[in-house]
């Protein structure tokens, strides 16, 4: 039993060492490497209790990257946080009530793009901005709002 849990722990371990998971991420993983479920809650609990296993602060941190970097819309980002095994509550709780970002966000976005499209037609640049914008997550009103200012 003891070493099924060390297993589990040095596994787990080796995981976080390559990148922030979540709870449920690093649970799945382990019982995909067929440890027992006994150990695999006993090694999320320690490393919970550890501090190396925080989802509210990976959420905070994964929701910066994806509006950011990726710069994805909030639908977009609550999408990909769940997907990493974010739960529901931890999201809305790194949402709250702040204001929505998405116009600011495509605007950026769509004024990164268009260097790359300058050498097209307007109207053939702003449909593919459209479309590039919509596979991102942002409603439709936002992005009119955003290729009507272009």
Not at 85 to 94: F, L, N
Not at 113 to 119: H, I, N, P, S, T
Not at 123 to 130: F, G, H, T
Request: contains cysteine.
């Amino acid at each position: 039993m003891k070493g099924s849990r060390d297993k589990a722990t040095q596994y787990a371990l080796k995981l976080l060492s390559y990148r922030g998971r979540s709870a449920k991420e690093l649970r799945d993983r382990l019982r995909g490497k067929g440890i027992p479920e006994s150990a695999v809650s006993y090694a999320i609990r320690y490393l919970e209790d550890a501090g190396l296993i925080d989802d509210v602060s990976l959420a905070e941190s994964l929701k910066r990257e994806a509006q950011a970097v990726k710069m994805l819309s909030e639908k977009a980002t609550k999408k990909y946080l769940l997907s990493r095994g974010i739960p529901r509550d931890v999201i809305a709780g790194v949402f709250g009530c702040e204001e929505n970002t998405d116009l600011d966000n495509a605007r950026r976005f769509v004024n990164k793009k268009m260097k790359a499209l300058g050498a097209y037609p307007t109207e053939v640049a702003k449909r593919r901005l459209y479309g590039l914008l919509s596979r991102r997550g942002y409603s439709s009103e936002t992005i009119l709002k955003v290729l009507k200012n272009e």
